[in-house]
């Protein structure tokens, strides 16, 4: 009877963590599939599962050779990027994979646009360094401004500054600044395609199964956010006071709505039916919103619609875009046309890094200007890839006040309740810089940098 050789777990974590660091390709990957991920210690099955991640990555390198290769580099019924049909070629693939038409398309117009437009993505992807997520949201950021007519140029630039973002970035967060980085160099084309989107507007109603329906509102960027803070607004007041309802007076507001419809006159008249609805819902939301502002207020400030802009553009000397909080980049005028109504703060930040400049104060509870910063610096939970707004997020000590932390912006940030609770009873730990940036370090022992956020940046 014969036994298996059976290796220590610590240097199957040693061989794990160099297959982590080598070339992605048929090598690497025989050795990974040698290995039981479970005979491996905690920290050794994460790089295990990051190694077969830059494996996929350069894998799916090779498949968008494989689907421009059977489908070709244009359309059949060429309608530019993203707007184009393929038929023999698409169905091919579509059995080929088992996938849908619609999908198999998507897919193809992905492939096209990262083998055809974006060689230094494309290469990314085949060694390892941007997962399969990653490029494909940089190949459907840009398409839109390929069509459009971006230059080559301006492509290149776009193209590195979302590689370079993607080291420490969310997909998500990736598409966000990749859209930034256009309407910055492209502000014109940037104000059209946005004013044009807004004529399709809507609000929708489809009726579900037991007695319940699905509402689809798609609105503007900025009338979504009033949407969703008043709703968020509502549920705080709610919690707050249970045994009070507020229907009553969401139903006068509708009323108020209705006399503002017929007050617009030929303007109004001009609109469609689907335009109505959705600027109907806005304008109930924003009284919503306005009538809760003495009794909600997070961080002792009513819950507001946040943008940023810089002195420049709010003068109009320049046309760079806005950065509206929870959604990301908008056009200099859209910008402005929020700034006419709010109530403004001043916050100065450095002229070379973009980051908000420090200032401290030396007791326990932040005073107000204190809260205000670091909502205006962080914006956002500071735990990498989360993206709970700053609003409904609780403000930490990265070391605690107890252990000598002291109450100033380069040991306070924002943090969702949750990777509160977690830094704190979870075995997390936090070191915070005072530009914002912080390293997390996991029970696990990983390490995790966020960086800073230029207060005119995406997040």
């Not at 990653?134 to 840009?142: K, M, P, S």
């Not at 979870?426 to 810089?433: A, C, Q, T, V």
Request: charged share 25%; hydrophobic share 40%.
């Amino acid at each position: 009877m014969t036994t298996a050789l059976r290796i220590p777990r610590e240097i199957l974590d040693i061989e794990v963590a160099e297959l982590l660091k080598a070339k992605p390709g048929y090598k690497t990957l025989g050795e990974l599939i040698q290995i039981n991920p479970r005979s491996l210690s905690s920290s050794g099955r994460i790089d295990y599962l990051s190694a077969l991640d830059r494996q996929e990555s350069w894998i799916c390198a090779l498949k968008q050779e494989a689907l421009v290769a059977i489908a070709g580099e244009y359309a059949d019924e060429d309608g530019g990027i993203f707007g184009c049909v393929d038929d023999e070629e698409r169905e091919d693939v579509a059995t080929a994979l088992r996938l849908s038409p619609t999908t198999a398309q998507n897919r193809i117009d992905v492939a096209r646009v990262l083998v055809g437009h974006l060689p230094n993505t494309i290469s990314a992807l085949s060694t390892g360094e941007i997962s399969v997520a990653h490029a494909t949201v940089i190949a459907r950021e840009t398409a839109t401004a390929i069509r459009n007519g971006l230059s080559q140029e301006s492509v290149f630039r776009v193209e590195q500054t979302a590689l370079a973002h993607a080291e420490f970035h969310t997909p998500g967060q990736v598409a966000s600044k990749v859209k930034t980085t256009i309407a910055k160099l492209a502000p014109e084309e940037f104000e059209e395609i946005v004013e044009r989107a807004r004529d399709s507007r809507r609000v929708s109603c489809y009726p579900e199964a037991d007695g319940m329906a699905t509402v689809i509102a798609i609105l503007p960027a900025e009338d979504a956010q009033t949407v969703m803070k008043s709703i968020e607004a509502f549920i705080v007041k709610r919690n707050q006071e249970e045994d009070s309802c507020l229907c009553d007076a969401v139903v006068g507001i509708s009323q108020d709505c209705l006399q503002h419809n017929r007050e617009g006159g030929a303007e109004w008249s001009m609109l469609s039916a689907d335009m109505k609805r959705a600027d109907a819902l806005t304008y109930i939301a924003s009284q919503a919103l306005s009538s809760l502002a003495d009794d909600v207020q997070p961080h002792r400030r009513p819950i507001t619609i946040s943008v940023a802009i810089d002195l420049p553009t709010l003068l109009g000397l320049a046309e760079n875009p806005g950065q509206l909080a929870g959604y990301g980049a908008i056009p200099a005028s859209v910008a402005r046309r929020l700034a006419a109504d709010g109530n403004w703060q001043r916050f100065v930040s450095d002229p070379t890094t973009g980051n908000l400049l420090d200032f401290g104060r030396e007791k326990y509870t932040p005073p107000q200007e204190l809260v205000d910063y670091l909502l205006a610096r962080d914006r956002v939970c500071r735990f990498p890839g989360c993206r709970r707004t700053g609003q409904s997020s609780d403000i930490d000590h990265a070391q605690s006040w107890e252990t000598g932390g002291a109450t100033n912006p380069a040991n306070l940030g924002l943090l969702c309740r949750r990777h509160h609770r977690m830094k704190t009873h979870g075995g997390w730990s936090l070191e915070s810089n005072p530009d914002g940036s912080c390293l997390w370090k996991s029970p696990k022992g990983k390490s995790f940098f966020v960086p800073s956020r230029p207060f005119l940046e995406a997040v």
